[in-house]
C-alpha cells in the first residue's frame, strides 16, 4: 500500500476519555491551550517536545513535535476549528511521515465542564483517516491519551499549587 492510501479500523477509530481535575476550568484550559504548559504534558510517559508552537484562534495552528525515548520525532500539526473559552476547543491533528506524507488525521474536541471548582474533561479524539501504517499506533492511541491525560494532572496540579 503506498503511503496515501487509506485505513481505518471502525474499532479505533474513535476514542472517548473523561478526567476529572481537582482545578477549576479557567485554569485546566489554560494549560492544555498555553505553549508552556502544553509542551510539559503532551505525548506519553517519556516523551517530550521540542517543539510546541499554538496560534490559538479559529483557522490558527497547533505544532507539536514529539520526540520520543529513542530518539526519534514525530511532527504533529493540525488546526483550530473551534475555540469556547474555557469550555470547549476543536481541532485537527495529523501525524505526518519522514516524507512530509500525512499518516494520521484525527478531529479532536475537548470540552471543559467545571463544577464545584473541579473541572471534567472530556477528549473525544475521531480518527478521519490513516495509512495502514498507523495500525500500531490507533492500537495504542487509547493508552497514549490514557499517559497524556495523567501528566496533564500533574501539570494542572502543579499549576493550581502555585495559583493558589
Known amino acids: 500500500m503506498t503511503a496515501r492510501a487509506e485505513f481505518v479500523p471502525a474499532d479505533k ?10 482545578a477549576p476550568a479557567a485554569l485546566v484550559y489554560k494549560v492544555w491551550t498555553d505553549p508552556y504548559h502544553l509542551a510539559q504534558w503532551w505525548g506519553p510517559h517519556c516523551f517530550t517536545n521540542p517543539v510546541c508552537e499554538v496560534d490559538l484562534r479559529p483557522g490558527g495552528v497547533i505544532r507539536i513535535h514529539m520526540k520520543g525515548p529513542d530518539g ?26 519522514e516524507d512530509g506524507v500525512t499518516m494520521l488525521e484525527a478531529l479532536n474536541t475537548v470540552t471543559f465542564t467545571e463544577k464545584d471548582g473541579k473541572t471534567e474533561l472530556t477528549l473525544h479524539a475521531q480518527v478521519l ?10 492500537d495504542g492511541m487509547e493508552e497514549g491519551w490514557s499517559q497524556s491525560l495523567e501528566k496533564l494532572a500533574t501539570v494542572v496540579a502543579a499549576a493550581a499549587e502555585t495559583a493558589g
Open 13 to 22: 477509530a474513535n476514542l472517548v476519555l473523561t478526567r476529572t481535575f481537582n
Open 72 to 97: 526519534r520525532m514525530y511532527p504533529s500539526n493540525g488546526t483550530f476549528k473551534e475555540i469556547v473559552e474555557n469550555e470547549r476547543l476543536v481541532f485537527t491533528s495529523t501525524y505526518d511521515g
Open 129 to 138: 483517516r490513516a495509512t495502514e501504517a498507523m495500525a500500531p499506533a490507533l
